[in-house]
Nanobody, 127 residues
Framework: QVQLVESGGGLVQAGGSLRLSCAAS????????MGWFRQAPGKEREFVAA????????YYQDSVKGRFTISRDNTKNTVYLQMNSLKPEDTAVYYC????????????????????WGQGTQVTVSS
């Protein structure tokens, strides 16, 4: 059983920064890509970013490119999402997720390719 626990959400003014963390346990963390998704009220859950199992490759949704950075520390079984220049439209519950396929070469944004999810952490950006 894989467990993912997010932390680091909160309330921030537009233009500010937050760093989300996701601690993983229960599976060989270092062999699976990890992703961040978000869900705003009344909207579907959407892909934000993904990082390969090694940390060497990343993939971003266009709206967060240049503002968000995903990274991981396999020695700590943790994935991070550094969010800068936050906008009110970034307000959502943010979820981390684990890729269902080990050692995937091409990162994916389809949420059906992720089989374990955290409980989510709220990010609110005020204008």
């Amino acid at each position: 059983q894989v467990q993912l626990v997010e932390s680091g959400g909160g309330l921030v003014q537009a233009g500010g920064s937050l760093r989300l963390s996701c601690a993983a346990s229960g599976r060989t963390f270092s062999t699976y890509a990890m992703g961040w998704f978000r869900q705003a009220p009344g909207k579907e859950r959407e892909f934000v970013a993904a990082v390969s199992w090694s940390g060497g490759s990343t993939y971003y949704q266009d709206s967060v490119k240049g503002r968000f950075t995903i990274s991981r520390d396999n020695t700590k079984n943790t994935v991070y999402l550094q969010m800068n220049s936050l906008k009110p439209e970034d307000t959502a519950v943010y979820y981390c997720a684990a890729d269902r396929r080990a050692l995937r070469v091409v990162l994916v944004s389809n949420r059906n390719e992720y089989d374990y999810w955290g409980q989510g952490t709220q990010v609110t950006v005020s204008s």
